[in-house]
């Protein structure tokens, strides 16, 4: 099999040294690549090398990585790749509603990560941890723009290099199997949020480990931004699943629509798990009020237990002389036997009646 051809070595302004944020990637560009035939081209790409070399073969495409771009920095891919200012925009300051907008030349896919945070029962600030992968899709280039520390796709990369005849299908199809790869890890996060759930029902109901309300709010809030980051999806893949465009062929619209239907039980699962927390919270507060009421019950009838021995012996305890049995040597014994009997009786019947 003949060669493929090398792209040049030059280390463009992109792949500059980032110093002023603690944390960042050193290089703003973590990976980038020009595939022919389904191949990656070796040698250290640049993109504007890059494009030019698929350009000049008419064939193939570049796929460019980035993880958080500054201004100037994704300016520099939108002169490259004629990338339209509002959508660079988008892409440098993130928090982004997830959407689909298409451009004359290319579309701009937003999708929101997510990842699951391991935590104790009753004892977390946060569950569902976002991040945002926003794609720009063209003829031949598909570029990806990472925002999160969860949001990496070089494995994926690595998995799709090893099956060159899916890289031959095109941009379309990276970005077919970043979208696959997101919902699936919504899959993933739900089912350990099903989890969660579950302990949280069962500690509801437990006399032993009652749980926080709080931590019931807690759970429905981060289902709620998980909500947020499902739903709005719905329309951008049905679009990409159902409508004819130039940059999505037919047969990767089959695939979306696989996707589609995963993200179809996401969404029903979501909006499952919000409406039973919301009658967990109910049950919570009504089970607190019980235990309350219960402990209500309790206090009264040792009350009124104790108002015997309170009633006779503050009437015997006045300082009057004429008192029946005052004077009798059985007086006292008789007051005593009387309070006992009083109160066992009382304390047999609130007994049977399930006060005590």
């Given at each position: 099999m003949p060669s493929l051809p090398s792209l040049p070595s030059f280390r463009s302004p992109l792949r500059r040294a980032v110093v002023t944020a603690p944390g960042r990637h050193e290089d703003a560009i973590v990976d980038c690549a020009a595939y022919l035939g389904g191949r990656r081209l070796p040698g250290d790409a640049d993109p504007a090398a890059a494009l030019a070399q698929v350009r000049a073969a008419s064939a193939g495409f570049v796929w460019v990585g980035a993880y958080e771009p500054d201004e100037d920095e994704m300016g520099d891919?939108?002169?490259?790749?004629?990338?339209?200012?509002?959508?660079?925009?988008?892409?440098?300051?993130?928090?982004?509603?997830?959407?689909?907008?298409?451009?004359?030349?290319?579309?701009?896919?937003?999708?929101?990560?997510?990842?699951?945070?391991?935590?104790?029962?009753?004892?977390?600030?946060?569950?569902?941890?976002?991040?945002?992968?926003?794609?720009?899709?063209?003829?031949?280039?598909?570029?990806?723009?990472?925002?999160?520390?969860?949001?990496?796709?070089?494995?994926?990369?690595?998995?799709l290099e090893q099956h060159p005849e899916r890289l031959a299908a095109g941009p379309a199809a990276v970005m077919h199997a970043i979208a696959d790869r997101v919902i699936d890890k919504y899959l993933t996060v739900i089912e350990a949020i099903e989890d969660d759930i579950d302990d949280m029902e069962q500690a509801v109901f437990s006399p032993e480990n009652p749980v926080d309300t709080e931590q019931i709010y807690l759970l429905k809030r981060e289902v709620g931004e998980l909500r947020r980051a499902v739903n709005p999806l719905v329309g951008p893949l049905r679009s990409l699943a159902n409508e004819t465009h130039p940059l999505i062929p037919a047969e990767i619209r089959e695939y979306f629509r696989d996707v589609e239907d995963h993200l179809s039980q996401v969404t029903e699962r979501v909006s499952s798990y919000d409406d039973t927390l919301t009658t967990l919270v109910s049950a919570a507060m009504a089970e607190v009020a019980t235990r309350q009421n219960e402990d209500m019950r309790k206090i009264s009838a040792w009350a009124a237990i104790g108002l015997v021995p309170t009633a006779l012996a503050g009437i015997y305890g006045m300082n009057f002389d004429v008192i029946p049995g005052a004077h009798s040597p059985y007086g006292f014994l008789v007051c005593v036997l009387i309070m006992t009997i009083v109160c066992v009786g009382l304390y047999m019947l609130l007994r049977r009646r399930k006060w005590l």
């Open positions: 891919l939108a002169r490259i790749f004629g990338l339209h200012e509002l959508a660079v925009e988008d892409a440098v300051h993130a928090h982004q509603r997830p959407k689909l907008e298409r451009y004359s030349r290319y579309q701009f896919l937003v999708l929101k990560t997510v990842r699951y945070v391991d935590h104790e029962t009753g004892a977390a600030s946060e569950i569902v941890d976002t991040g945002e992968i926003m794609v720009f899709l063209g003829r031949d280039f598909l570029i990806t723009v990472r925002h999160g520390s969860h949001t990496g796709l070089a494995g994926l990369r690595r998995e």
